[in-house]
Antibody, heavy 116, light 107 residues
Framework: EVQLVESGGGLVQPGGSLRLSCVASGFTFSSYWMTWVRQAPGKGLEWVANIKRDGSEKYYVDSVKGRFTISRDNAKNSLYLQMNSLRAGDTAVYYC?????????WGQGTLVTVSS | EVVLTQSPATLSLSPGERATLSCRASQSVSSYLAWYQQKPGQAPRLLIYDASNRATGIPASFSGSGSGTDFTLTISSLEPEDFAVYYCQQRSNWPYTFGQGTKLEIK
């Protein structure tokens, strides 16, 4: 059974940093691109970042470029999102996701709140 | 950036009726379009990928069609559990984008 379990969310002040983690199980993690998607409270979905199987390619939505870094450790079946210079507009539930043509598996999400 | 526009924003129907949801892309996305269902407090669920392929475990009452810029999600006969928010999403061009959603509510 595929499982994606996120952690690391919480309350942070504007300008602060957080690192989200996602531990994957039930599939061959190193064989797939992985993804972070976020959803602001009461709003729609936003695709944040993608990372290739071996970490050699990474893509970011413009609104997070230069502030967020996606990474992975295939030996630990883990995906990460380092978030720096956080803004109020980054407040959202962040989902770790397995994308195989469509996102067929999602984590439960971790809430990031940016507020003073 | 490819903008996906979903219509209508809200669709009010009764159980047993047919639902037709639309997604229009600002430029061609070929067939690289997916549909998701999201219920309150839950992560989205993949329904359709590559425009017309049902995801694993999705009932045949859900179908997708279209290519290029115009896509449709059809639910042939609504069940009570089908009332939710539906999103389309393209993976043709980076950044991948979602539509703003269609809320399917009980009439």
């Amino acid at each position: 059974e595929v499982q994606l379990v996120e952690s690391g969310g919480g309350l942070v002040q504007p300008g602060g940093s957080l690192r989200l983690s996602c531990v994957a199980s039930g599939f061959t993690f190193s064989s797939y691109w992985m993804t972070w998607v976020r959803q602001a409270p009461g709003k729609g979905l936003e695709w944040v970042a993608n990372i290739k199987r071996d970490g050699s390619e990474k893509y970011y939505v413009d609104s997070v470029k230069g502030r967020f870094t996606i990474s992975r450790d295939n030996a630990k079946n883990s995906l990460y999102l380092q978030m720096n210079s956080l803004r109020a507009g980054d407040t959202a539930v962040y989902y770790c996701a397995l994308n195989r043509g469509g996102i067929d598996y999602w984590g439960q999400g971790t809430l990031v709140t940016v507020s003073s | 950036e490819v903008v996906l526009t979903q219509s209508p924003a809200t669709l009010s129907l009764s159980p047993g009726e047919r639902a037709t949801l639309s997604c229009r892309a600002s430029q061609s996305v070929s067939s690289y379009l997916a549909w998701y269902q999201q219920k309150p407090g839950q992560a989205p669920r993949l329904l359709i990928y590559d425009a017309s392929n049902r995801a694993t475990g999705i009932p045949a009452s859900f179908s997708g069609s279209g290519s290029g810029t115009d896509f449709t999600l059809t639910i042939s006969s609504l069940e009570p559990e089908d009332f939710a928010v539906y999103y389309c999403q393209q993976r043709s061009n980076w950044p991948y984008t979602f539509g703003q959603g269609t809320k399917l509510e009980i009439k």
